[in-house]
């Protein structure tokens, strides 16, 4: 199947760099919850500079909502301690992505509960992976 065909890509793979969009979640400490293709254990250092990018722009009192680099568009939404960035090279517009990553982020809610961001705000380190087992899917 589709999941786990792409489980084992990261971004040091060139397959990896061929889909037209990807999903990545972390928390705010940077820890990854979700990527929609490739391992998220291997990708902790890619969602580390994500994590420390949103910081930084947090950090000027500035809230990044996208940043285009070439034909690639990267979406930020922050939703409490969890950060989804969307990446892709398609013609959606920031509206669009911003959607489908709030979609996203209410599939997270409706597995885990809201005190999902109560469990990261007290411990940004905590695995909330463990919990969402076998829901790649969905």
């Known amino acids: ?3 786990e065909r792409h489980a084992k890509e990261h971004n040091h793979d060139p397959e990896w760099f061929k889909h037209k969009k990807h999903v990545l979640i972390c928390s705010w400490s940077g820890r990854p919850i979700f990527t929609r293709y490739g391992d998220d ?7 580390g500079v994500i994590s420390a990018i949103i910081h930084n722009f947090q950090r000027s ?8 680099a ?8 922050r939703r409490g301690p969890i950060y989804l960035v969307g990446v892709t090279r398609t013609t959606e517009t920031l509206q669009h992505i911003q959607l489908q990553l709030a979609f996203v982020h209410n ?7 809201g005190n999902v961001h ?8 905590y695995d ?11």
């Open 128 to 138: 909330i992976c463990n919990l969402m087992g076998g829901t790649q899917m969905l």
């Open 61 to 68: 009192g500035d809230n990044v909502r996208s940043i285009t």
């Open 1 to 3: 199947n589709k999941v």
């Open 70 to 77: 070439g034909a690639y568009k990267f979406v930020f939404v």
């Open 107 to 113: 599939q997270i809610l409706s597995i885990l509960t």
């Open 118 to 125: 109560q469990m990261l705000e007290d411990s940004p380190q």
């Open 41 to 47: 254990s291997k990708l902790a250092a890619y969602m």
